[in-house]
């Protein structure tokens, strides 16, 4: 089944603590994304990569890093959480276009710092 | 910088009838694709509906189509016969290089 894999889908952390959100897609798509929902704001881009060591700033990239060794894996780290970064994350592959072109996204994860 | 904009936070329907959700957007490009998500408790982003831009004909899945108005600049979709199950969190997108999301939409279906 194609899909985007994203853990874990919860998470409580407290100030400070480096973690990772990890993004593994089996689709063979060049394009991943990550982004953040919060109330009242939609989905906002957090960082980009358009294919392997190749990853750009979205909208919000303050206290965000990204990695792109290997084309199907995009994970998410925060390296000292704070609790503005409280949100719910979600990663997205696609294509780079055509008829089908759209993202697929993962499950989401819902991240508390505290 | 696209922005998409929709400007109702919430709205409500009575199952069976049809609803409107509006949905602009601001680009100087020609070429771009435009997308409906659906986003039910679950939290699961869910392809409702996609136009391609250069494309005149209005996009239509089942009891789902949209009103392309490019010059206008603006993508509404029209949910006809609602159904309980339709009662989500929906977002309009804009996509050139990637994908810009309004504040999204909170559509409830009452029985």
């Known amino acids: 089944e194609a899909q985007v894999t994203q853990n874990p889908r919860y998470l409580i952390t407290v100030t400070g603590k480096k973690l990772t959100v990890t993004c593994s897609q089996n689709m063979n798509h060049e394009y991943m994304s990550w982004y953040r929902q919060d109330p009242g704001l939609g989905l906002r881009q957090i960082y980009y990569?358009?294919?392997?060591?190749?990853?750009d700033k979205g909208d919000v990239p303050e206290g965000y890093k990204v990695s792109r060794k290997e084309k199907r894996n995009f994970p998410l780290i925060l390296e000292s959480p704070s609790p503005n970064q409280t949100s719910l994350y979600f990663c997205a592959s696609s294509t780079t276009g055509g008829t089908n072109y759209g993202y697929t996204f993962g499950s989401g994860t819902r991240l508390t710092v505290v | 910088a696209q922005t998409v904009t929709q400007s109702q936070p919430e709205m409500s329907v009575q199952e069976a009838e049809t609803v409107t959700l509006s949905c602009t957007y601001d680009t100087s490009e020609n070429n771009y694709y435009l997308f409906w998500y659906k986003q039910p408790p679950s939290r699961q982003m869910i392809l409702v509906i996609r136009?391609?831009?250069?494309?005149?004909q209005n996009a239509t899945e089942n009891r789902f189509s949209v009103n392309f108005q490019k010059a206008a600049k603006s993508f509404s979709l029209k949910i006809s016969d609602s159904q309980l199950g339709d009662t989500a969190m929906y977002f309009c997108a804009f996509a050139l290089h990637d994908m810009r999301f309004g504040a999204g939409t909170r559509l409830t279906v009452k029985p």
């Open positions: 136009q391609e831009a250069y494309k005149q």
């Open positions: 990569s358009m294919n392997v060591e190749v990853t």
